[in-house]
């Protein structure tokens, strides 16, 4: 069973960066799809970017397009934020994707911007 581990969250002002960071518990190269979701008060779970099969063009929601990247590097997926808004602010989540074989969730973990 894959763990996910995220890391880096917390409480940071508007305009500051902040990196989260995933640790996965199996080869990443087995993962079709690496992705950050995050969850904002009220609202449903967005996605925010994913790393299909190891593109180096990436998704990321309109919001966030020239602020965050997405990268992976050893066993970790990361999301490096910057220029922060309270928009941002919400609960965010690892996600990654085995096609047929397994989906994870990480447990999520708090960004605060703020105003």
């Known amino acids: 069973q894959v763990q996910l581990v995220e890391s880096g969250g917390g409480l940071v002002a508007i305009g500051e960066s902040m990196t989260l960071s995933c640790r996965i518990s199996r080869d990443i190269s087995s993962f079709n799809v690496l992705a950050w979701f995050r969850q904002t008060s009220g609202d449903e779970r967005e996605l925010v970017a994913n790393i299909i099969d190891g593109s180096t063009i990436n998704y990321y929601i309109d919001s966030v397009k020239g602020r965050f990247t997405i990268s992976s590097a050893a066993n970790t997926l990361y999301l490096q934020m910057n220029a922060l808004k309270p928009e941002d602010t919400g609960i965010y989540y690892c996600?990654?994707?085995?096609?047929?074989?397994?989906?994870?969730w990480g447990q999520g973990i708090q960004v605060t911007v703020s105003s």
């Open positions: 996600n990654v994707v085995s096609f047929g074989r397994d989906t994870t």
